[in-house]
């Protein structure tokens, strides 16, 4: 059983950072696509941004395009959003997520069957 925890959410002022952190455990994820997601207050769930199982290979949403960089380390099992110039509209729950193939990434993140519990990004004005 596959099972994502996600850290590093908090209360940031708008212009600030958050490192966010997803642990896999239960299973090796190394061939599989990982991705972010969020869903704020009233609002459908959206990708933010997925990677490939090496990491050569990532999506971003547009809006958050230049400011937020995924990445992942495969011997630790983790992956990673780098979240900064912060706006409050990227006030969320933020997700991380699996795909439930290996060696398959859909660049919007269609295909993830694994799901965190989600860590609070607050971005005050």
């Known amino acids: 059983q596959v099972q994502l925890v996600e850290s590093g959410g908090g209360l940031v002022q708008t212009g600030g950072s958050l490192r966010l952190s997803c642990a896999a455990s239960?299973?090796?994820?190394?061939?599989?696509?990982m991705g972010w997601f969020r869903q704020a207050p009233g609002k459908e769930r959206e990708v933010v941004a997925t990677?490939?199982?090496?990491?050569?290979?990532?999506y971003y949403t547009d809006s958050v395009k230049g400011r937020f960089t995924i990445s992942r380390d495969n011997a630790k099992n983790t992956v990673y959003l780098q979240m900064n110039i912060l706006k409050p509209e990227d006030t969320a729950v933020y997700y991380c997520a699996a795909a439930g193939v290996a060696s398959i990434w859909e660049p919007r993140g269609e295909n993830m069957g694994y799901w965190g519990k989600g860590t609070l990004v607050t971005v005050s004005s």
């Open positions: 990677i490939g199982w090496t990491g050569s290979s990532t």
């Open positions: 239960g299973r090796t994820l190394s061939t599989y696509a």
